[in-house]
């Protein structure tokens, strides 16, 4: 079993850059794939971003591609997300997700274990 803890959300304004932290415990961290989920209000899960554990190869929605990064630290079982030149439209719950798996997925469903989420919000 993975646990999933994410943190580094807050209140920044439009242009603003914030770094997300999720780290994990269980399991064998480089080993799975990791990835970044939002949901904004009244909206569904949506997929922002992931990174294979092996070769950390990265995917991006193309929403947020030029402007996020995703890393990961894989002695620090721990997975960044890297968000620069935010803007409102990326206010939302940012949860962080593990899949057994070397494959991508933008489905949430694909994904095995979730953290509890962390706000961010843009203030225009």
């Known amino acids: 079993q993975v646990q999933l803890v994410e943190s580094g959300g807050g209140l920044v304004k439009a242009g603003d850059s914030l770094r997300l932290s999720c780290t994990a415990s269980g399991g064998t961290f480089a080993s799975y794939t990791m990835g970044w989920f939002r949901q904004a209000p009244g909206k569904d899960r949506e997929f922002v971003a992931a990174?294979?554990?092996?070769?950390?190869?990265?995917a991006y929605a193309d929403s947020v591609k030029g402007r996020f990064t995703i890393s990961r630290d894989n002695a620090k079982s721990t997975v960044y997300l890297q968000m620069n030149s935010l803007k409102p439209e990326d206010t939302a719950v940012y949860s962080c997700a593990a899949r057994d798996s070397q494959l991508y997925a933008s489905d949430a469903k694909w994904w095995s274990y979730w953290g509890q989420g962390t706000q961010v919000t843009v203030a225009s």
């Open positions: 990174i294979r554990g092996t070769r950390g190869t990265t």
